[in-house]
T-cell receptor, first 111, second 112 residues
């Protein structure tokens, strides 16, 4: 079945770049997403990428997609303490209803 | 605020009791999802509505769970005879055809 995997923790210093990685198994994935979740809150969509794209940049966020390796990454430039949260990777396939989420990567930004 | 809203935000109940949660999606969104999220995990898909029709249900949704969206606007998720294993955050999300999902703040359920 479909599976999405992420590393559990990442710690960076304020001002450095953060790179959060994700691998997925469904080769028919059409859309790949990054969501942010702060404590006690719902998920906030950060960005998404179509599977026919290699890269998408949105202000401090850069998404890279390696479709051959089924690898997705999210780079946060100039990481701030407010970026501390759990980041979820998710995938969906056109024509289906389900979104499959990873287990999340907890990002801790050290001042 | 025109985002997805969920009520209540927190619910504590005793094992065996029934609970009902409500989700109000973004008004122009005809697609609505329910997810369950346990500690340290990502959201797990429970069910999906397009307008008032429930088009998909996960095998996670046992007979004790029922969801409705009677007029294609708000939705309710009911859990009957709650068990301690039902303790989780229940998330609702909505979207229109052209957009991705937007999530509500969730309802945190604790079954004692």
């Amino acid at each position: 079945g479909e599976d999405v995997e992420q590393s559990l923790f990442l710690s960076v210093r304020e001002g450095d770049s953060s790179v959060i990685n994700c691998t997925y198994t469904d080769s028919s994935s059409t859309y790949l997403y990054w969501y942010k979740q702060e404590p006690g809150a719902g998920l906030q969509l950060l960005t998404y990428i179509f599977s026919n794209m290699d890269m998408k940049q949105d202000q401090r966020l850069t998404v890279l997609l390696n479709k051959k390796d089924k690898h997705l990454s999210l780079r946060i430039a100039d990481t701030q303490t407010g970026d501390s949260a759990i980041y979820f990777c998710a995938e969906s396939t056109s024509g289906t209803y389900k979104y499959i989420f990873g287990t999340g990567t907890r990002l801790k930004v050290l001042a | 605020d025109t985002g997805v809203s969920q009520n209540p935000r927190h619910k504590i109940t005793k094992r065996g009791q029934n609970v009902t949660f409500r989700c109000d999606p973004i008004s122009e969104h005809n697609r609505l999802y329910w997810y369950r999220q346990t500690l340290g995990q990502g959201p797990e898909f429970l069910t999906y509505f397009q307008n008032e029709a429930q088009l998909e249900k996960s095998r996670l949704l046992s007979d004790r769970f029922s969801a409705e969206r009677p007029k294609g606007s708000f939705s309710t998720l009911e859990i009957q005879r709650t068990e301690q294993g039902d303790s989780a955050m229940y998330l609702c999300a909505s979207r229109s055809l052209a957009e991705t999902q937007y999530f509500g703040p969730g309802t945190r359920l604790l079954v004692l």
